[in-house]
């Protein structure tokens, strides 16, 4: 089991995508300070979105074993800058969120912005509908309960 740190923007279903990693219930609940599970660190969406958090989590990130890099495919903003993967010392990878309601010319654009965040491999799911969830699962390599 590898412990992930999973760093996205606000309302890009990072805790959403933890909720379906663990066939736990669905329920949206804002991440309002770092949360540490056995398995997965959830980071605010505000660490990301406001550059002078970026400390934080580069510390954060010693914790993990991979970050987990989230782009909503809905969302048009550029969230990540150029190289922004390598601030941290551990491997990153990219997730494309929210595919189940994006077109193909969104799904480009969410892949590019990962691609220049630095990661080095990228999924594509849906958190809502469970869509290819089992493959980042299965990369984590997560324990599953019911």
Do not use: W
Request: charged residues 25%.
């Amino acid at each position: 089991m590898r412990k992930a740190m999973f760093v996205g923007a606000v309302g890009c279903g990072k805790t959403t995508l933890i909720q379906r990693l663990h066939n736990q219930k669905i329920n949206y609940d804002k991440t309002q300070a770092v949360e540490f599970s056995d398995d997965i660190i959830d980071t605010p969406g505000e660490f990301v979105e406001h550059r002078y958090l970026y400390p934080s989590l580069m510390t954060t990130s010693v914790e993990a074993d991979l970050v987990v890099i989230l782009q909503s495919a809905t969302d048009s903003r550029a969230i990540f800058p150029a190289g922004f993967t390598t601030m941290f010392p551990s491997k990153t990878i990219g997730v494309i969120t929210k595919i189940d309601a994006a077109n193909e010319s969104q799904l480009k654009y969410a892949k590019d912005r990962l691609i220049d965040a630095g990661v080095s491999r990228i999924f594509e799911l849906s958190a809502l509908t469970g869509k290819d969830v089992d493959q980042l699962r299965d990369f984590l390599k997560l324990s599953v309960t019911n």
